[in-house]
């Protein structure tokens, strides 16, 4: 009697790929104006405060992340935020904050700048 052992020396498998096409993100603001403060004084709310407009695909869950002055702005514990976008792929968002000044700082015109990035997370 003669055995004979077959062995698999190849398999073979498919694997399926597959990608959903989105709309994209786009994002426009409108400047904070905290207006005249008084040196030494809070300003507990700007005179014009901001706007973050978010347009992208209905009913998709974005991030939000904002930095400042090479910071991160917190937004909640871990400086991220997560929105759902409307059912017409939209989001507004204000911004506010508030401003305490120091007795011996210079008279003059402050600015600083704040950057956005948002992205699709599902």
């Not at 005249?36 to 973050?52: A, S």
Request: glycine share 10%; proline share 2%; net charge negative.
């Amino acid at each position: 009697m003669v055995i004979i052992n077959t062995l698999t020396i190849a398999e073979e498998i498919t694997l399926d790929v597959t990608a959903r096409i989105v709309e994209n993100l786009t994002i426009t603001t409108n400047d904070v104006n905290f207006g005249k403060i008084v040196r030494g004084k809070e300003k507990r709310e700007p005179d014009v405060p901001g706007m973050i407009y978010i347009d992208g695909e209905s009913n998709s869950i974005v991030s939000l992340e904002l930095q400042g002055n090479g910071e991160e702005v917190l937004l909640n514990s871990n400086g991220k935020l997560t929105l759902n976008l409307s059912d017409e792929g939209s989001e507004e968002i204000s911004i506010k904050g508030s401003i305490q000044t120091n007795k011996n700082i210079e008279l003059g015109n402050y600015e600083g700048v704040v950057s956005i990035r948002v992205k699709y997370l599902r």
